[in-house]
């Protein structure tokens, strides 16, 4: 069976013999699972990316259960680079309109990332029109539909008085 779906953090607690680890507790909506994440982000009431204990990740890996310092683990909670989508680490922190149990194929690409984006006010995007090189800046409110001779490069995000740069490959 895989299993790879939205889940909230419902406990987010130390593990009592690793610093750098938490046990976590997580629902998908109808069931809660535990599971012992090193992930340096993983916070309550988290939105996130789970594969269930028999899943198998993009990357061909098989999750196990397993017994992380003492204290069992029934699965893994993901980032962009365990499910092959980019190369960041830390998991994947999605918005909370994204509903439980929602299967991971069906989350959109640009959300999977550690990165919270969603919480960020985008600014603008930079469009490439892929037969003519063209570049178009694109504010956010611009009517602008690209078409698909055009690729989105990045997008500008403003934060707490400072500006967040992501690229797209």
Known sequence: MN??????IVEANEHPKANKLKVCKVTDGKETFQVVCGAANVRLNMHTIYASVGSTLPSGTNIQKADLRGVESYGMLCSAKDLSVSQEGGIIDLPETIALATAFEKIPTDLLSSTPWHLFR???GLWEN????EIKVVRTGDEFK???DYKLLSKTYFQNNQYYYRHYN
Not at 130 to 133: A, H, K, R
């Open 130 to 133: 892929t037969n003519s090189g």
């Open 3 to 8: 299993s790879i779906k939205v889940v909230k």
């Open 146 to 148: 690209p078409s698909k």
């Open 122 to 124: 985008e600014v603008d």
